[in-house]
């Protein structure tokens, strides 16, 4: 059985919210931070693949725990801020995520 696709849009969703905040980050800021903003900049900060965090974004997998975590700190966040921003996702968010996504 594998994870329920409302899961898969909601770390998606919770993502991409994070990569948004990231990049409105000035790049000095970025870079004094080693903050990354992009997919390949996560990749290569989280020591994964590039393919792995698209697939992640865009909710055609979920990662394992320490992967999440990896995307997670690249972009210069923590898991508590990740949890915060999942809690708030309605049903509705999903459902226009998923309906954007197929």
Do not use: C, W
């Amino acid at each position: 059985m594998g994870i329920p696709k409302n899961i898969q849009a909601k770390i998606a969703i919770t993502l991409n919210r994070l990569l948004v905040l990231s990049q409105k980050l000035s790049p000095e800021e970025r870079e004094k931070k080693q903050i990354a903003s992009s997919y390949n900049k996560i990749a290569i900060q989280a020591d994964i693949r590039k393919a792995t965090v698209s697939d992640t974004f865009n909710a055609k997998s979920v990662p394992e725990l320490s992967t999440l975590i990896a995307i997670i700190e690249a972009m210069g966040f923590t898991l508590t801020d990740f949890s915060k921003i999942y809690d708030t996702i309605t049903e509705n968010e999903i459902k226009v995520f998923l309906s954007t996504s197929e």
